[in-house]
């Protein structure tokens, strides 16, 4: 093996295998930025927050090595944590099926072939790319208990709404409602683009066998799109662990820590009470929680995606 190897490099020419360096080299200059940004950006913060995590440190003084401290407080002492992680499962379970389904409504709604369709894709999809504070600075005063629109609406029938932010009952749905409002665009041009995807002739052959509506929906539409009905309902799913700005905007957390989820807590932790170390471990924590859960879902997958 050695031998022929040897009679091959000594039968390229010199100038090839100059040439052959030079390109290396070249590619390598060219990627090097892009190299430096994912070790600098990227891999050497993981590797730090990693450290940080089993380190008591305030951002100023030295860390302090503490072990496995930070987990165990998290989960044993720490009852606002727990309650933070309630919230934000409510937040999940609550967020992610309304996302997913209004966004499969307006997928079918965008997909019709009627006037005004280019419109309304536009209009659904725009929320998504807005400013997270404007958003919340318009649905503060939506939800406002006395003078916002809609207990102004309710009052119009007798009801009297309660103050929906203000309400630890209420304040959760209600940042729901403003969450898959403002995050529904994405999903919608996912599943749009399943929907363009279908063959027609399955659906013209379909009519032929008089298949109604409902039943071409349920036996032709709904399998074929499961592949994207699965990427938005993961994407999803972990967007929902990641919400930060609406939290800031429209709550604070509160009332109390009613409503205040996992990155919220997080930021208040590192911030505001200057535990980096802690904060990292919660950090750690979610990315475990979401990387398992995510995997359990991939599992289930196979159960009910269909793939071409």
Known sequence: MAIHSAVRRAEVPPEVR?????????????ALPLVFGIVAF?????VVSMYTSFTRW????????????NYVDLIVNDPIFLQVVRNTIVFTVLGVPATVVLALV??????????????LRMAFFTPYVMNVVAIGFVWYYIFGPTDGLINQFLRNFDIHGPAWLADSSWVIPAVVVVSAWQGVGYPMMILLAGLQGIPEEMYEAARIDGASAWSRLWRITLPLLTPQIFF??????IASFQVFGLIYVLTK???GY??????FYLWQVAFQQG??????????????????????QWKLQKKWVFYD
Do not use: C, H
């Open 42 to 46: 990227q891999a050497a913060p993981i």
């Open 106 to 119: 307006l997928a079918l709604l965008g997909n019709l072939k009627v006037p005004g369709t280019a419109f």
């Open 232 to 237: 938005v309902t993961i994407s999803q799913f």
């Open 253 to 255: 957390g509160g009332p």
């Open 18 to 30: 100059r040439n052959r360096r030079r390109r290396t080299l070249e590619g390598w200059l060219f």
């Open 58 to 69: 305030d951002g100023f003084n030295s860390p302090r090595l503490v072990g496995g401290r």
């Open 275 to 296: 535990k980096f170390g802690y904060a990292a471990a919660m950090a750690w924590l979610i990315v475990a929680l979401i990387a398992v859960l995510t995997w359990v």
């Open 258 to 263: 009613s409503s205040s989820v996992y990155i």
